[in-house]
């Protein structure tokens, strides 16, 4: 996926825990999901990989950054780790460090996609795996969140209840999205939309549709004041966003108005944040898991299984859960909500 700005992708970057976004272009919809393989406990002895990690101040990048930790340690590789801050120059500074410690291949989460090739150039010239943002040229693989899909799961979860609990009618479909980060924002949000008709049918959503620029819980929260006032009465109304902040910036603005009872929503990432009102909310009907803290169970293996002159598929994509109340507690370790 490519990076046109310095804005946080939710899941995307796999646009998941952050109330902002880095935008990026969407791999195909058609790219085969991987399973997680825990590191196998030997295999990467005596060998050396590297890590360009995207900013450990985000909560995203230190998930991805602590599993490579963890499952590099796990092998018994060498692991030389570089965050990359969110800054090409420090990227660039990384590759070439990688170069000195004769790395045998790396991880790539550099956030500048238009720094790649300097950084391909500047490394050393092994196997490299990119992360949820395109690295051309000199990327083996592509690992990363598939949007088109992660839309779907929710959808899908949505088009089922709706199914089951009002025979897939509903007043309204408003969709909280994020324009700045194009393609990635189509393909999410679309995904939603073909995963509800699914299960009701095609053509039904966009006589309801309702899209918003909101990909802020502060945006969310204003623009569904807005949006309730045009739907006086309405009792069945659909809200998707494109992370879980707009679905609980939503939340307050129905419930600041006492209609919090007429929503029924799904949003994206099952972030840690938005685990308690997943549990505890029944009208929070979904939100698709990107699982980052797991990431290094894909990117190690495969990097470690590239070195060793192995064939490993070009896109290793994230196989995406939709999770609810009733799974949560499978998937997560949720504290107590109160």
Not at 74 to 82: D, N
Not at 90 to 118: E, H, I, P
Not at 161 to 168: G, P
Request: with cysteine; aromatic share 8%; net charge positive.
């Amino acid at each position: 996926m490519k990076i046109t700005s310095k804005k946080v992708l939710l899941g995307a970057v796999a646009a998941i825990a952050t109330a902002t976004m880095l935008g990026t272009t969407v791999m195909p919809a058609t790219a085969a999901d991987v399973d997680f393989r825990k590191a196998q406990p030997g295999y990467g002895k005596g060998i050396t990989i590297g890590y360009i990690g995207l900013d450990d101040a985000i909560g995203f990048g230190k998930d991805v950054g602590d599993s490579v930790r963890r499952e590099a340690k796990k092998a018994g590789a060498t692991l030389i780790y570089c965050d990359g801050k969110l800054s090409a120059a420090t990227a660039l500074a990384c590759a070439k460090t990688f170069k000195l410690k004769k790395v045998q291949g790396y991880l790539n989460f550099n956030a500048v996609s238009d720094a790649a090739a300097a950084i391909c150039k500047a490394g050393p010239n092994v196997p490299v795996i990119s992360i949820d943002i395109e690295q051309d040229p000199c990327q083996s693989a592509f690992m990363g969140a598939n949007n088109s899909k992660a839309g779907f799961v929710s959808g899908e979860a949505l088009g089922k209840f709706f199914k089951t609990k009002f025979n897939c009618e509903f007043d309204a479909f408003i969709s909280l999205e994020d324009y700045g980060v194009g393609l990635v924002n189509e393909a999410r949000m679309g995904g939603y939309r073909a995963g509800f008709e699914s299960v009701c049918g095609a053509g039904v959503v966009a006589p309801k549709l309702k899209k918003l620029d909101a990909g802020r819980l502060d945006l969310a929260l204003d623009k569904m004041k807005d949006a309730l006032t045009t739907l006086p009465g309405k009792d069945k109304i659909i809200v998707v966003a494109i992370n879980d902040e707009g679905i609980q910036g939503a939340f307050s603005a129905a419930k600041a108005v006492g209609r919090e009872k007429q929503l029924y929503a799904a949003g994206q990432g099952a972030s840690a944040s938005a685990w308690c009102d997943i549990k505890t909310n029944p009208n929070w009907i979904g939100s698709t898991a990107y699982y980052p803290e797991r990431y290094g169970e894909i990117g190690v293996p495969y990097l470690l299984d590239l070195i060793k002159g192995k064939k490993v598929p070009f896109q290793l994509k994230i196989k995406h859960v939709a999770i609810n109340a009733a799974n949560i507690d499978k998937n997560f370790k949720v504290p107590a909500c109160g």
